[in-house]
């Protein structure tokens, strides 16, 4: 893919990376691991609560055509057919479940060196259609996001936003929920040596007039070894260490506690993902 302002899902992401990704308070073990035809095989299990959750994937890689499989403890097959660069900057998403009839989609993703558009179609008679677009550059984008449900003629998802980019700071504007919610965020590159980032995201609802402030950071202790921590304003505070024990191989530790409730226990959550 060309260089570019990148698709609407990208502003933002930085931030929503460092606050939000890895965090969890489940139990979650995978394993992944490679046929003698290049099949990858992965298989997921999360334990929440004394729920068991397990899902099977496989990833077939046939040139620039990718195909994953996955079957849940549901019974659900959800199958997705990506061909890369059919066309220079083109990409081509089609992806269905079994048994849900109704699941079926095609998307089409483009980016450019001045644009980035997404658009995608129910694949049944009264069909919702998403279509979200991007103008700018490496340094400076805004896009919007919206849904149409073709059944109602309603718009069912409106958003807005705005990215500025720059050598080691990244700061995005966004306002969704059909014009409810806006939130602002910021994403700050400290140290490369140390992979050291901080950020922050501040929230703001119109219909309740509630606040939410998220501030995080991350630090590499070893070239192995990272750690992250987050608070909000509603005093939850959430840490987590991540090592890299073997290449592609992870383990983490997270953990959150409310601060304002001390007495109750704090969240932990681990996850084990295994490559070869």
Known sequence: MVKGPGLYSDIGKKARDLLYKDYQADHKFTVTTYTSTGVAITSTGIKKGELFLADVSTQLKNKNITTDVKVDTNSNLLTTITVDEPAPGLKTIFSFIIPDQRSGKVELQYQHEYAGISTSIGLTANPSVNFSGVIGNNSLAVGTDLSFDTASGNFTKFNTGLNFTHSDLIASLTLNNKGDTLTASYYHYVSPLTNTSVGAEFSHSFSSNENTLTIGTQHALDPLTNVKARV??????????????????????????????IEKSAKIGLALALKP
């Open 232 to 261: 909000n304003n509603f005093g939850r505070a959430s840490a987590l260490i991540q090592h890299e024990w073997r290449p592609k191989s992870l383990f983490t530790i997270s953990g959150e506690v409310d601060t304002r409730a």
